[in-house]
């Protein structure tokens, strides 16, 4: 099992950047594949990015391709999602998120571990 703390969040204006990060515990981070996801006020937790276990594939849902950008460090279990033009529909609670399924149900937001999250306001 992985813990997962994020860090990051808070509030920006429309057109400005925000970085993410995810810190996991345990020593087996580098065989999951991570990703975020977001929750806004009155939506249910959609699917916002993902990063498979070496940071070779990623995979992006299509309003933040673009914008958004996934990272991962093996090396400091750590994993990242810079923000870039920010709008205030990306207004949200951020989760950070790990899995260790196929990459097929990873990109549909399979994700059996979360952390818990974090807010991202953006204003207009």
């Known amino acids: 099992q992985v813990q997962l703390v994020e860090s990051g969040g808070g509030l920006v204006q429309a057109g400005g950047s925000l970085r993410l990060s995810c810190a996991a515990s345990?020593?087996?981070?580098?065989?999951?594949?991570m990703g975020w996801l977001r929750q806004a006020p009155g939506k249910e937790r959609a699917f916002v990015a993902a990063?498979?276990?070496?940071?070779?594939?990623?995979y992006y849902e299509a309003s933040v391709k673009g914008r958004f950008t996934i990272s991962r460090d093996n090396a400091k279990n750590t994993v990242y999602l810079q923000m870039n033009s920010l709008k205030p529909e990306d207004t949200a609670v951020y989760y950070c998120?790990?899995?260790?399924?196929?990459?097929?149900?990873?990109?549909?937001?399979?994700?059996?571990?979360w952390g818990q999250g974090t807010q991202v306001t953006v204003s207009s």
């Open positions: 345990g020593r087996t981070f580098s065989r999951y594949a």
């Open positions: 998120a790990a899995s260790n399924s196929p990459w097929y149900e990873v990109v549909t937001g399979h994700f059996p571990y």
């Open positions: 990063i498979n276990w070496s940071g070779g594939m990623t």
